[in-house]
C-alpha cells in the first residue's frame, strides 16, 4: 500500500512538473514572437512585395497572439499598412514590384476601392505589379485588373458574373419558437428592421439597394475598362457570360486575363522580372507588415495632422462576450477626442469613419465631442467602406467630408427593436406570470407581455425626437435646412458618388486626399500624419479576458457570410433600444 501511494505521488509530482514545464516554455515562446511583433524584418535586395488577397480587407491589424502561438499564419490583410506598404515600396529601390495571390478576399466596395487607387498610384513609380490566381474572386480580379500581367491557373476560374445584394430573414424563424420582434422607427427606408418583421425587402429597400448597387457596379465596371482597356459594354457583356464553371480560356480571350500559367511558371515570370535566371537566386518576397514597419519615409516633425480611426459598430460600453466586432465604443472615443483637443502638437484630426452605426445615445455623444474639436482645429472626415446612419451622425459636424465613390453613407433615420418573448415563455414553455403594480405602466418591458397601445405610442415618440435630433445635427453641419434634409433622409443607404450629389459629402477623394485637406485648412507647411488611438500592444491583448480573438477567428470560419447576423443576434440583449443603423447582415458580392 505504502509503494502504490508513493508511485501515485510521484506520478502526479511528475505531471505537473511537466505541466509548469510546458508553460513556462509557452509563455517564453510567446514572450519570444511578441518581443518580435513590433520588429521588421530587413528588405533585401531585388524584393517582391507581396499582399496576399485572402481572408479580410479590414481597417487596421489586429494581434491575434493565440493563432501566433498556434503557428497559423495572419489570415487578413490590414488597409492602413497595405497603403503604407505600397507608398514606401514606391520608395525604396530594393523593392522591383508587387504581386498579387489572388486567394478570396472579402471586402467593402470602398475599401477594395481604396486600396486599388493605391496600386495605381505605386505604379507610376514605374514599377510593375502582376498578380496571379487559382482562381479570382470578384474583389480579387477587381483589384489584380490593375497589374501589368493577370496570371490564370489553366484550370482555374474568373468570377466576373456582376454584383449582388443579399439579405437574411428571421421573422418566419422567431415565429416558430415564439418570439416576435416590436419595432419602432422613422424612414420609409430604413430597412434594419426588415429581417426581424419581414420575409422578402420592402418595395422601398428594393428601389435603395437597385440604386447603390447599380452606382457601386458602375464605378468599378469603369475602373476595369481603364485599366484592361476594354469597352464597358463589354464587360458587361462579360459579365453575363463569364461564370466561375467557364472554360478558363474564355477569360484571356475576353481580355480579362492575359496569360494561363502553372506557378512554376509565375515564378520564372516573377524572376526575370527581377533580372535573375531560373538557375538564380531564389525569389525574395517581402511581406505587407514587414514594409509597412520599415524605415519612414516622413522626418520626425512636430507637426501632427492625428488620423483617428473609427471603426465598427458604434455602442456606448464594449460587448461583454468573446466574439470580436470591430466597435466604436462612444465612452472611448469621447476620452479619445478630448485628448487630441489638448495636444499641442496635433494640428488637425482626420477622422476615419468605417460604420453602419448603431447607438443612436453614443452617435449623439460623439457628435457633441467632434463638434468641440471642431471650435479648437479644423476636423475632417475620410470615410471608408461605409459611414452611414451612426457612422453618419459622428461625421456631419465635420469641416469637410471625404468618401470613395462606392463608400456607403446617409442613411439617416433612426429604429427601436424591443424583442417579446411572452408567447416562447407561456405557451410554448409553460410559464405563468402574475404582477401587482402601484401605476398603470410600472411593469413596462416585462417579459410577460408585449408592448400596450399607450407604451407603443409613448416609444415611438422617443424615436421621432431622436429623427428630429438627427435630422437637425445634420442640417446644422451641412449648412442645409432641416426639410431638405428630411427630403435626402428616411433612412436611404446613398453612396458616396450619390452623396456628393444631394449634399452629403463634400468630394470624392481617399484618406490621403482628407489629410492633405486638413493640412491646407490648419495651414500647414510640413507635417506628418499620426495613427489613433494606439495599437493595443501584444501582452494587453493577452490580458483581455473578455475576449478571445482566436475563437472568434474560428467562428467567423466556420459561418461565414452568417457570422455577421450571428454577432448581431448575440449581441442584441446589449444594444441600447434606440438605434441609428443600417442593414447588419447586408451581404454585397
Not at 419558437?177 to 422578402?200: D, L
Not at 452605426?357 to 463638434?371: K, M
Not at 413596462?444 to 408592448?451: H, I, K, Q, T
Request: with cysteine.
Amino acid at each position: 500500500m505504502k509503494s502504490f501511494i508513493k508511485y501515485t505521488m510521484a506520478t502526479v509530482v511528475g505531471i505537473f512538473l511537466t505541466m509548469t514545464l510546458f508553460t513556462i516554455i509557452g509563455i517564453i515562446s510567446l514572450a519570444g514572437m511578441i518581443a518580435t511583433e513590433g520588429m521588421a524584418a530587413p528588405i533585401k535586395e531585388k524584393s517582391i512585395l507581396r499582399i496576399n488577397l485572402a481572408g479580410e480587407l479590414t481597417e487596421r491589424t489586429v494581434f491575434d497572439p493565440v493563432a501566433m502561438l498556434m503557428g497559423e499564419p495572419e489570415t487578413n490583410v490590414a488597409l492602413e499598412d497595405a497603403l503604407l506598404a505600397l507608398k514606401k515600396a514606391a520608395g525604396n529601390d530594393k523593392i522591383k514590384g508587387v504581386y498579387l495571390q489572388a486567394a478570396g478576399l472579402a471586402a467593402t466596395p470602398a475599401m477594395a476601392q481604396e486600396l486599388r487607387q493605391a496600386l495605381v498610384e505605386f505604379k507610376k513609380s514605374g514599377k510593375w505589379i502582376v498578380a496571379y490566381g487559382d482562381s479570382y474572386g470578384k474583389t480579387d480580379y477587381y483589384l489584380s485588373s490593375v497589374a501589368d500581367s493577370v496570371l490564370l491557373n489553366p484550370e482555374g476560374s474568373v468570377d466576373f458574373s456582376g454584383m449582388a445584394s443579399q439579405i437574411m430573414f428571421f421573422k418566419d424563424v422567431l415565429e416558430k419558437v415564439g418570439v416576435n420582434v416590436q419595432v419602432f422607427k422613422v424612414g420609409t427606408y430604413k430597412s434594419a428592421v426588415e429581417p426581424f418583421i419581414c420575409t422578402e425587402m420592402s418595395p422601398a429597400n428594393r428601389e435603395q439597394v437597385t440604386s447603390y448597387l447599380s452606382s457601386i457596379w458602375a464605378n468599378m465596371l469603369k475602373d476595369v475598362s481603364d485599366s484592361r482597356g476594354i469597352e464597358v459594354e463589354k464587360l458587361n457583356a462579360l459579365a453575363d457570360s463569364l461564370t466561375v464553371f467557364s472554360e478558363p480560356i474564355n477569360a484571356v480571350k475576353g481580355s480579362l486575363v492575359d496569360k494561363l500559367c502553372y506557378m512554376d511558371e509565375v515564378k520564372s515570370i516573377l524572376r526575370e522580372r527581377c533580372g535573375l535566371s531560373d538557375d538564380d537566386d531564389d525569389l525574395v518576397f517581402a511581406t505587407v507588415t514587414d514594409v509597412a514597419k520599415s524605415e519612414e519615409l516622413m522626418p520626425k516633425i512636430g507637426n501632427e495632422i492625428a488620423v483617428y480611426y473609427a471603426y465598427g459598430d458604434i455602442v456606448q460600453y464594449p460587448s461583454s462576450e468573446y466574439y470580436q466586432v470591430p466597435e466604436i465604443v462612444g465612452s472611448k472615443v469621447i476620452k479619445d477626442l478630448q485628448d487630441l483637443r489638448e495636444n499641442d502638437d496635433v494640428k488637425a484630426v482626420v477622422l476615419r469613419v468605417n460604420s453602419p452605426g448603431g447607438s443612436a445615445f453614443a452617435s449623439e455623444q460623439i457628435w457633441r465631442e467632434v463638434c468641440l474639436l471642431k471650435e479648437k482645429k479644423p476636423v475632417v472626415v475620410s470615410m471608408g467602406g461605409m459611414a452611414a446612419s451612426g457612422g453618419y451622425y459622428i461625421s456631419c459636424a465635420a469641416n469637410r467630408i471625404f468618401a470613395e465613390p462606392t463608400t456607403l453613407t446617409g442613411s439617416i433615420g433612426i429604429f427601436g427593436m424591443v424583442p417579446d418573448a411572452s408567447k416562447l415563455l407561456t405557451e410554448k414553455i409553460g410559464l405563468k406570470f402574475d404582477v401587482v403594480k402601484t401605476n398603470k405602466m410600472s411593469d413596462m418591458g416585462s417579459m410577460a407581455r408585449p408592448f400596450n397601445a399607450t407604451e407603443s405610442a409613448q416609444l415611438q415618440k422617443m424615436i421621432n425626437r431622436g429623427y428630429d435630433t438627427f435630422t437637425k445635427r445634420v442640417a446644422d453641419g451641412r449648412g442645409m435646412h432641416q426639410d431638405s434634409v428630411k427630403m435626402i433622409a428616411e433612412g436611404r443607404v446613398w453612396t458616396g458618388e450619390q452623396g456628393l450629389k444631394i449634399g452629403l459629402v463634400d468630394e470624392l477623394g481617399n484618406l490621403d486626399d482628407a489629410v492633405a485637406h486638413a493640412a491646407e485648412l490648419a495651414k500647414l507647411a510640413e507635417y506628418r500624419p499620426v495613427p489613433y488611438p494606439a495599437q493595443a500592444t501584444p501582452f494587453e491583448q493577452i490580458l483581455d479576458v473578455n475576449k478571445s480573438g482566436y475563437l472568434d477567428s474560428q467562428l467567423r470560419g466556420i459561418l461565414g457570410e452568417g457570422y455577421n447576423a450571428f454577432a448581431f443576434l448575440q449581441r442584441l440583449k446589449e444594444q441600447d433600444m434606440v438605434q441609428a443603423r443600417m442593414p447588419f447582415d447586408m451581404i454585397v458580392k
